[in-house]
């Protein structure tokens, strides 16, 4: 089974399990105050390890679908009115920033890195990757496990393994975790999303167009425009508890 989890992918896999629970919780298929399949019951169904499971169940608690009982197990919880689209771990939203601090100045040199030295390959992956993302803002998915796989092209036009053994390193945690808007909010929902495809396309032309400089600054944009969203989150909730 452990083999299996790191051919497939970590993160994918704690997206997909995540997503699987989450569309039965919505569905109806468990209310709230059902309880969920225990933890080994959703490693042998789902065939992924019990980190993975940690993982989605941590991200459906985060996002206030679920409650972890000790001793007791797993949850639905019903949704509070009055805390929509505001049931987001403040310690998770600063970590989420943490990351994105320390990914700017590594991926700003990516970018530029990418732009002079990347192969007509390299360069029509990065391009399939920005496709990928598309087809989730199209087809109403989240963007975030394609938006990982296309830093990971970028960092790996570097032809300097470093950086991307480095975001590989980070795993799925590169990319926040938190919610910019709820996901209940499906208009502005998707027009966050056509925001980061836009500041993707800057990059992916610029490296495109062997501009290194443009690109350099295209990086700069998306990431430290992520670090201000990602900011004004944080004030907002420490707004809303206070």
Do not use: W
């Given at each position: 089974?452990q083999g299996?989890?790191?051919s497939?992918?970590s993160?994918?896999?704690v997206?997909?399990v995540?997503?699987?629970?989450r569309?039965?919780?919505?569905?109806?298929?468990?209310?709230?105050?059902?309880?969920?399949?225990?933890?080994?019951?959703?490693?042998e169904?789902?065939?992924?390890?019990?980190?993975?499971?940690?993982?989605?169940?941590?991200a459906?608690?985060?996002d206030?679908?679920?409650?972890?009982?000790?001793?007791?197990?797993?949850?639905?919880?019903s949704?509070?009115?009055?805390?929509?689209?505001?049931?987001?771990?403040?310690?998770?939203?600063?970590s989420?920033?943490?990351?994105?601090?320390?990914?700017?100045?590594?991926?700003?040199?990516a970018?530029?890195?990418?732009?002079?030295?990347?192969?007509?390959?390299?360069?029509?992956?990065?391009?399939?990757?920005?496709?990928k993302?598309?087809?989730?803002?199209?087809?109403?998915?989240?963007?975030?496990?394609?938006?990982?796989?296309?830093?990971?092209?970028?960092?790996?036009?570097?032809?300097?393994?470093?950086?991307?053994?480095?975001?590989?390193?980070?795993?799925?945690?590169?990319?926040?975790?938190?919610?910019?808007?709820?996901?209940?909010?499906?208009?502005?929902?998707?027009a966050y999303?056509k925001?980061?495809h836009?500041e993707?396309?800057?990059?992916?032309?610029?490296?495109?167009?062997?501009?290194?400089?443009a690109?350099?600054?295209?990086?700069?944009?998306?990431?430290?425009?992520?670090?201000?969203?990602?900011?004004n989150?944080?004030?907002?909730?420490?707004s809303?508890?206070?």
């Open positions: 089974m299996k989890d790191r497939r992918g993160g994918s896999l997206s997909q995540g997503e699987s629970l569309q039965a919780i919505l569905s109806g298929q468990y209310a709230a105050g059902d309880k969920l399949p225990s933890e080994h019951e959703l490693t169904t789902h065939s992924v390890s019990r980190t993975v499971v940690r993982e989605a169940v941590a459906l608690r985060s206030g679908l679920v409650e972890v009982r000790q001793g007791a197990g797993i949850f639905v919880i949704p509070d009115p009055a805390l929509s689209g505001r049931k987001v771990d403040k310690a998770r939203v600063a989420d920033l943490e990351v994105l601090e320390i990914r700017t100045p590594v991926e700003i040199e970018a530029g890195l990418a732009a002079l030295r990347r192969s007509p390959a390299q360069e029509e992956a990065i391009f399939e990757c920005h496709r993302i598309l087809q989730c803002i199209e087809t109403d998915q989240s963007i975030r496990e394609a938006d990982l796989e296309l830093h990971v092209a970028i960092a790996e036009a570097t032809n300097n393994p470093l950086f991307k053994h480095f975001l590989e390193s980070q795993g799925a945690a590169i990319i926040p975790q938190s919610r910019v808007v709820p996901e209940t909010r499906t208009a502005e929902q998707t999303r925001l980061i836009r993707h396309e800057a990059i992916i032309v610029a490296i495109s167009d062997r501009d290194d400089q690109a350099r600054n295209a990086m700069r944009e998306h990431l430290v425009g992520s670090q201000a969203r990602y900011r989150l944080l004030k907002d909730l420490r809303f508890t206070s």
